[in-house]
């Protein structure tokens, strides 16, 4: 699962900023998802892509989150307006085209918002 | 209603002997996949086991089965011969291969190996 390439790694945002990260999926892997994972919880779906669309978005807050995956290059994630409760790590994870078998997941993006 | 439900926060266990982390799961869909997952204390997501809703046996991957009943749609995860390194948390998920293909996780279980 080390395919997965996240950055970056550690991102500290003050309040009102943005924020951005990346996802490079395993090579060959057309299907990327996005979790969020709270302090002592659980991963929170938020968005599931292919290239080029949005397939399911029903875990992403209505304002200021937004997600791609273009056709070239990796997947961004992008928080407008950061608050104190964006604070999360952030992990990626991508599937092959034709498989069910395995997520794999990257190290995850770690956002602390001051 | 939670698509998967691990019931232990936390579980404790003596070095060398083995343990159960309890996971159960609602769906639908015929078609699905189960896995686990391990977290550890670095944070990475590590893929531990899979199993699949029409397999007839139940999985296996060195120290770690999944004892699968499908009536109960319960799905536990086992881990024989338990090591110090086992410590971390463990979540269980899900993926309906008929809705979406989203995948579903726990809340996790927090595994503690004592020696």
């Known amino acids: 699962n080390a395919g997965v390439m996240q950055n970056p790694r550690h991102l500290v945002r003050r309040r009102g900023q943005e924020a951005r990260l990346r996802c490079s999926p395993m090579k060959g892997h057309s299907h990327v998802y996005w979790y969020r994972q709270l302090p002592e919880e659980g991963l929170k779906f938020m968005v599931y892509l292919q290239k080029e669309n949005i397939i399911d978005e029903s875990g992403m807050p209505k304002e200021r989150f937004s997600a791609e995956f273009p056709k070239e290059g990796p997947s961004i994630l992008r928080i407008q307006q950061v608050v104190r409760g964006d604070s999360a790590a952030y992990f990626c994870?991508?599937?092959?085209?034709?498989?069910?078998?395995?997520?794999?997941f990257g190290e995850g993006s770690r956002l602390t918002v001051l | 209603a939670q698509k998967i439900t691990q019931t232990q926060p936390g579980m404790f266990v003596q070095e060398k002997e083995a343990v159960t982390l309890d996971c159960t799961y609602d769906?639908?869909?015929?078609?699905?996949?189960l896995f686990w997952y391990k977290q550890p204390s670095s944070g990475e997501m590590i893929f531990l086991i899979y199993q699949g809703s029409y397999d007839q046996q139940n999985a296996t991957e060195g120290r770690y089965s999944l004892n699968f009943q499908k009536a109960r749609k319960s799905a536990n995860l086992v881990i024989s011969a338990s090591q110090l390194g086992d410590s971390a948390m463990y979540f269980c998920?899900?993926?309906?291969?008929?809705?979406?293909?989203?995948?579903?996780f726990g809340t996790g279980t927090s595994l503690t190996v004592i020696p």
């Open positions: 994870a991508s599937s092959p085209r034709d498989s069910g078998r395995e997520l794999f």
């Open positions: 769906t639908s869909d015929p078609s699905y996949g």
């Open positions: 998920a899900m993926r309906e291969v008929n809705t979406g293909n989203q995948f579903y």
